[in-house]
């Protein structure tokens, strides 16, 4: 089935939109693989140093161009819950590709930070910049030129975003991404929240905050709720990069491995060796774009990838800007509620019919492009499924079932939570913003109220602790963009804020940083641009302005006249303790270079 009318022209403005820079892209990975997948263009100093470890057949083999040879890029490290089934991953993935008549090498290996970890700390400045510094480390790892295909080992927030670019600036390359999927569920997420904000509130001490986040944060896997790194995993299977079927298996299961194994021979059977070459930046086009942008907004994805598909897609030579998001959010409808946008966890999303339910009921509808190239093959119709472990210990598919197995959680085309997706973008007089309106009630999506402004998250907190956040307001938070400090995640405002929301307070959040997909049931406008520190609108508001957030229009403005907005002084923030400790003065070139948040917020540039 062709994509709805609608889709299509979206697309298409993308299309020529990206026409000169997507021709540029093109020719350049069609060069790339006339002097790759054939090892002799190294010299035997070259080939003896890329195969030194190898095993006596396996040198023959490289050295002669006899077998594809599959490059694991990985993100294993043993601290972060998401990333540590990956460390038995290379072994299996070594043993299948044998089996399959290949040879893999780990390639090398990318930095994986927690944005769980660094919440309200001076190591989330970095968070950002990570995914950069991820393509440049995976670009490093790839650049011995020693392999035919890639595999790419991530989860998280950043690390998948980082990987993707990596894999398309090697888009001669074919590319495999390979999940380790969620933990099993803990303590529900919504009882989570209850016992942050009772210590919030003083009602409830240290050791039962602790306790409460580790019966939520207990296993292996990525946190279930539906944040970036979920997000991250529907992405990459609606984008035709992961085996269908794969992305919300639990780690450490006959099902997870099996898949893991089927990924490295498909890898392997795609490159150009074979009769199935598959480059990712050839596979990866307009089409995938607009598929993943359409499953964010069905997902009530991560506000996150509003800046993360903008780099993406400009690593494939793909120019999309937030109006292309907007537009599409327009025309898709809203099919789950995981939280924060619902009480259930990615599990029961996944139980209920998951990934191959809902992209059956969005292709059926002509939501998505169809006629897609995947590492599958043609056409996303074969991810309609769901991924079994067959008799021989294999992988079986079968078609998604034809009902949600729970409709409060994944909804039908027909019976859709709501018309529109589930990210909006704002515009107005205080520039461009996203807001997250899956997780907000109605009646709570337009807010007129006075200002209160602060330069810090720390700022507002201490306000709160005082008592002096009274009545109805919107917090204005600035000086967080990416080249004021890196644009940190300010998650820990949500606690507060959605206790005087609980109240009965109308309240809002304004701010030049980001709130991440963990963005909650109080509307926050976030990644506004131009930053303050780029003399934005943003940094001219003053304490006891009138803004309007209309999430249902689409708009965002402070209600001041114009001429006299205008003449005001911009805001000085002094941002010198943000310039050193934690290894931010390493990252002191990534603020200068970075680009505005709607460019995707990337030191690379823009397609």
Not at 91 to 114: H, S, T
Not at 283 to 312: K, Q, Y
Not at 340 to 353: I, S
Request: proline share 5%; hydrophobic share 45%.
């Amino acid at each position: 089935m062709t994509a709805r009318r609608d889709i299509e022209a979206i697309t298409e403005r993308i299309r020529q939109r990206s026409r000169p820079g997507r021709e540029a892209y093109l020719d350049r990975i069609a060069e790339a693989s006339n002097r790759t997948a054939n090892r002799a263009v190294l010299s035997c100093g070259n080939l003896a140093h890329g195969f030194a470890v190898c095993s006596p057949s396996e040198k023959v083999a490289l050295g002669g161009d006899r077998v594809p040879n599959l490059g694991i890029i990985t993100s294993y490290n043993d601290m972060l819950s998401a990333h540590q089934p990956f460390e038995t991953y290379p072994a299996l993935i070594k043993d299948a590709a044998r089996e399959a008549g290949g040879i893999a090498q780990v390639a090398g290996g990318v930095p994986a930070m927690c944005d769980g970890v660094t919440q309200g700390q001076p190591g989330m400045e970095l968070s950002l910049f990570s995914r950069d510094v991820i393509a440049m480390a995976a670009a490093i790892g790839l650049s011995h030129n020693m392999f035919d295909a890639a595999v790419y080992l991530g989860v998280c927030d950043k690390i998948v975003p980082g990987l993707v670019i990596a894999a398309l600036t090697f888009g001669h390359l074919p590319a495999v991404f390979i999940p380790a999927g969620p933990m099993t569920t803990g303590l529900p997420n919504d009882e989570k929240a209850k016992v942050r904000q009772l210590y919030a509130e003083g009602k409830a001490g240290r050791a039962e905050l602790l306790e409460a986040e580790s019966k939520s944060y207990h296993g292996p896997g990525t946190c279930t709720f539906y944040g970036t790194a979920n997000s991250n995993q529907m992405l990459m299977e609606i984008m035709g990069l992961h085996m269908p079927g794969a992305s919300f298996v639990n780690p450490g299961t006959p099902l997870r491995d099996a898949l893991t194994r089927e990924a490295t021979k498909r890898a392997l059977a795609i490159t150009a060796l074979g009769n199935a070459y598959t480059p990712a930046g050839r596979m990866i086009d307009e089409r995938s774009i607009v598929n993943g942008i359409v499953g964010l907004h069905a997902t009530g994805g991560s506000t996150n990838h509003t800046i993360h598909l903008v780099a993406m897609a400009a690593a494939a030579g793909i120019a999309i800007n937030w109006q292309d998001i907007s537009d599409l959010s327009e025309a898709v409808p809203l099919l789950a509620r995981v939280y924060p946008n619902g009480l259930a966890d990615v599990n029961h999303f996944h139980a209920a019919g998951g990934l191959g339910f809902l992209i059956r009921e969005l292709l059926d509808e002509g939501i998505l492009h169809e006629d897609v190239q995947t590492v599958w093959g043609e056409g996303l119709r074969p991810y309609a499924v769901e991924a079994r472990l067959g008799a021989d210990g294999g992988v079986v598919r079968e078609a998604a079932p034809s009902e949600s197995g729970d409709e409060k959680v994944l909804a039908p085309f027909r019976k859709a939570f709501q018309p529109t997706g589930g990210l909006k973008m704002l515009s107005g007089n205080l520039g461009h913003a996203v807001i997250k309106t899956s997780a907000v009630k109605p009646e709570r999506r337009i807010i007129e109220a006075p200002a209160k402004v602060f330069d810090s998250q720390q700022g507002l907190n201490d306000a709160f602790k005082a008592g002096s956040l009274t009545g109805d307001f919107i917090a204005v938070i600035r000086f967080q963009g990416p080249k004021a400090n890196g644009m940190p995640e300010l998650h820990k405002l949500t606690t507060v804020l959605g206790i005087l929301q609980d109240r009965g307070q109308h309240v809002a959040l304004l701010t030049d940083g980001r709130m991440s997909g963990a963005s909650g049931k109080v509307p926050a406008a976030i990644h506004v641009t131009p930053e303050a520190v780029e003399d934005g609108p943003i940094a001219r508001i003053h304490d006891g302005d009138i803004i309007r957030l209309d999430a249902e229009a689409g708009t965002l403005e402070v209600l001041v006249p114009a001429a006299d907005f205008a003449l005001r002084r911009t805001a000085d923030a002094d941002l010198i303790g943000n310039e050193f400790g934690f290894g931010r003065e390493l990252f002191a070139g990534f603020r200068q270079l970075v680009g505005r948040a709607d460019h995707g917020a990337s030191a690379f540039g823009t397609a």
